[in-house]
């Protein structure tokens, strides 16, 4: 009996600000390297698409799914020996990386909160697995979580296995 994958979570490299701050340090080299020449077709052809934060910095998932009474979280980052670099083309596929205890039991009588807490309480643990720089990306799901009914939801994914 397979898990039920319920959420895909995207962790980037690096926050939004974070990405904005390299732009600018890239944009202001330029400016410095050839002085009064830069402008804008410059600045895009030597930052894109890596300036696109959204696409092209994401560096690994946090997966949730569900089996009978378990919530799992299963975590694919870059093998931990794999620098990042924000302007290579390079490709670097994903594995599976376990945190401790990367699941918990939804009890009949958790509210649909309760479940919603747990969740997030995961994701901090994961959050501090990670490497500092790493940002998990939950606007998504901050956005949509609070209209499901996950309590409903989990006991459906098991019947549905059962």
């Known amino acids: 009996m397979n898990n039920k994958i319920i959420f ?4 980037y490299a690096m926050s939004p600000d974070e990405l904005n701050r390299k732009y600018n340090e890239k944009i202001n080299a330029l400016n410095r390297e050839f002085p009064n020449m830069v402008d804008q ?17 994401i560096v690994g998932y946090i997966e949730i ?6 919530v799992y979280f299963n975590v694919y980052l870059p093998p931990k020996n794999k620098k990042y670099y924000w302007l290579s083309n390079q490709k670097v596929f994903l594995a599976l990386e376990i945190p401790d205890n990367p699941h ?32 998990i990306d939950l606007m998504c799901f901050d956005n949509i979580v609070p209209y499901l009914d996950l309590r409903s939801l989990l006991f459906n ?3 549905i296995q059962g």
């Open 41 to 57: 077709r410059i600045i895009d052809y030597n930052t894109f698409p890596q300036r696109i934060w959204q696409y092209n910095h």
């Open 8 to 11: 895909s979570i995207p962790i």
């Open 104 to 135: 918990f039991i939804v009890f009949g009588d958790d509210s649909n909160n309760e479940i919603i807490n747990k969740i997030y309480e995961r994701i901090k643990e994961i959050q501090k697995c990670l490497p500092q720089r790493y940002y």
């Open 157 to 159: 994914v098991r019947r």
């Open 65 to 70: 799914s569900a089996k009978l009474r378990d």
